[in-house]
């Protein structure tokens, strides 16, 4: 087994130059410090998940060996350029597709110059892989329900299983997906409603108590009451692979809010 | 530039922007090769091609469903935009090598009146920025010469965040915004509604050995065809507000495309024209349902038709 470590973290821009006075840097900094326990733990492979890659002819998995450039957000935009860079474990990428088609998936490797990549992986790339670790992108279909997302998850998992490089698997979700509907002061940010908050509070604890099957359950509620980001699939996946296991509690080392929505950096336990 | 007289809309364009319309046709920019395909949707565009070499518009603005903004209704406005659009989801038919005129002087305008009417809006202006491809290929497909400037305005998400009477009302604010800014600039244009009617889709491709296999080319249920063909024949008899009535049904049961708010953006620029819209034709590309629709504007001045404001 070769899933070293997991982890849950936000993917907005806003953590790449936090604006002084808001909450978004203990957000960064926290998931520097993912980087830096996952680099301790001898990691030579991070696979991400983001559910801002959303695909609909079933699931992508890039497969171009290298990758770099400049990126701006199409919201986001004034937030500046992004650069990025990519080593893709291609090798990988194409045993990854063939596991999921395997499971009855429908998957394709993909290896395009110019494809782009999501914000939400070049964000966590950005802060989490600083040292020029393999990576893998992993998108999220669109059509695939929450049970989909963890068969699919599940015969990841067992390429990863099979194969010999320590890895790490990281989803990149948004908690409440409520965002303010207007410019914002950050040094103001919060969570958008008490509500969200409470939800997002109530899951983050389910996770740390290792109550995955609970939060499983609840899941479809506090995806329709808080918009969580694609249907909360990024635990889907998380529990497919093999991260999220019952009674395996997470750590939670960082929540706040990014434009109102919630965002957690969760480490969990493998 | 027309001089100093009141600039106008000439009319507008129902004008999707399903990529495989620019597969189809094999243009220059665009690096994936086909054997054809899509002629009904691609001979409608051929219309609005003449149309505009006849006009020779000052400008196009183009409303995209997928520039999606989160806060507000952005308006491109850096001069010139350059780079590759690689579609997302096909991109094995689209790897465009765009090269945009923008008029910042007019897109600065949009998005100032667009605040002065309470919206949320800022000219995106980072020259890094890549084009998404429902304003290139709509774009493209409407003036594959591209040598009229253009306006891009994004999709805000209100649409699938508010209440659906919220979101279009703030469509319909844009939309008086951008005649603002249009009447005030001197300028001559047209405008762009980049849109699909229904979009329910196939979630595979038929062939993917062949994508422009029209043997496997239909619309993905009779129920999402009525609906195309309810809208179409309301458009083309010009009832707006018959239209609006149904607009939401439309939008909940055809997953149509609308909801992003392009078609009314651009019917409330035109000031809701009671006038018929022409079809130039209607397609199925992977399952939704497209027109390539025409408003011009030039014909119901000249007949005395009217406009009405909601």
Redesign the interface.
Same mark, same amino acid.
């Given at each position: 087994m070769t899933l070293t470590f997991a982890a849950l973290v936000p993917g907005l821009p806003h953590l790449l130059n936090p604006a002084p006075g808001s909450g978004h840097d203990a957000l960064a900094r926290a998931m520097a410090h993912i980087g830096d326990t996952l680099e301790a733990k001898g990691v030579k492979r991070i696979l991400y998940y983001s559910t801002q890659w959303l695909s609909v002819l079933g699931t992508m998995v890039q497969a171009q060996p290298t990758i770099s450039g400049v990126h701006v957000d199409a919201s986001w935009h004034q937030l500046g350029e992004i650069p990025f860079s990519f080593k893709v474990d291609s090798a990988f990428a194409e045993q990854m597709s063939a596991a999921a088609t395997a499971a009855g998936f429908r998957t394709q490797a993909i290896n395009y110059e110019g494809f782009p990549i999501d914000t939400g992986t070049i964000v966590a790339n950005r802060l989490i892989n600083r040292h020029g670790i393999a990576t893998g992108m992993i998108s999220s279909w669109l059509y695939a329900g929450y049970e989909d997302t963890v068969k699919f998850g599940q015969s990841l998992a067992d390429a990863i299983a099979a194969d010999t490089a320590p890895t790490a698997v990281i989803a990149v979700s948004s908690l409440s997906g409520n965002y303010f509907p207007t410019d914002i002061d950050p040094r103001e940010d919060h969570i958008s409603s008490p509500e969200d908050d409470e939800w997002n509070q109530r899951i983050i604890a389910l996770m740390s108590s290792g109550s995955f099957g609970a939060a499983d359950l609840l899941v479809p509620t506090y995806a329709k009451t808080c918009r969580a980001e694609v249907g909360f699939k990024a635990l889907a996946f998380l529990r497919g692979i093999g991260a999220a296991r019952e009674k395996q509690g997470a750590t939670c080392l960082q929540y706040g809010a990014i434009h109102g929505t919630g965002a957690a950096v969760i480490q969990f336990s493998c | 530039m027309s001089g100093a007289s009141e600039g106008r809309i000439l009319g507008g364009w129902l004008a999707p922007h399903p990529p495989h319309l620019v597969y189809a046709e094999n243009p220059p920019q665009n690096e994936p090769r086909s054997s054809g395909g899509w002629e009904m949707l691609r001979w409608a565009y051929d219309e609005c091609r003449a149309k505009l070499k006849a006009q020779r518009p000052d400008v196009i603005i183009v409303h995209s469903p997928h520039?999606?903004?989160?806060?507000?209704h952005?308006v491109l406005a850096v001069p010139k935009l350059q780079?590759? @659009?690689?579609d997302?989801?096909?991109?094995?038919l689209f790897?465009y090598k765009f090269d945009l005129q923008v008029d910042v002087d007019l897109a600065e305008s949009i998005s100032e009146e667009a605040r002065a009417l309470g919206l949320?809006s800022?000219p995106?202006?980072?020259p890094?920025?890549?084009v998404?491809y429902g304003t290139i290929t709509s774009l493209h497909m409407m003036n594959p010469d591209w040598d009229i400037p253009m306006v891009g305005i @994004?999709a805000n998400n209100?649409p699938y965040?508010?209440d659906p009477k919220t979101a279009q009302d703030e469509m319909i604010k844009l939309g008086e915004a951008t005649r603002i800014a249009i009447q005030k600039s001197g300028k001559r244009a047209v405008l762009a509604a980049s849109n699909s009617l229904s979009h329910l889709?196939f979630?595979?491709?038929p062939n993917p050995a062949l994508p422009e296999d029209m043997s496997r080319e239909h619309v993905f249920s009779h129920a999402q065809y009525e609906w195309d063909v309810r809208v179409i024949n309301l458009l083309r008899a010009g009832k707006i507000f018959e239209l609006m009535n149904i607009l939401p049904d439309f939008m909940e049961e055809a997953v149509a495309e609308v909801k992003a708010g392009s078609l009314m953006w651009m019917l409330s620029a035109m000031e809701f024209p009671q006038l018929p819209a022409k079809l130039h034709g209607y397609g199925n590309v992977i399952g939704t349902g497209n027109a390539v629709m025409e408003w011009d504007l030039t014909e119901m001045h000249s007949r005395g038709t009217g406009s009405t404001q909601l």
């Open positions: - | 520039w999606q903004t989160t806060v507000g952005d780079g590759l @659009s690689v997302p989801i096909f991109p094995h790897r949320t800022k995106m202006a980072n890094a920025f890549r998404d @994004s209100s965040f508010h889709h979630s595979a491709e």
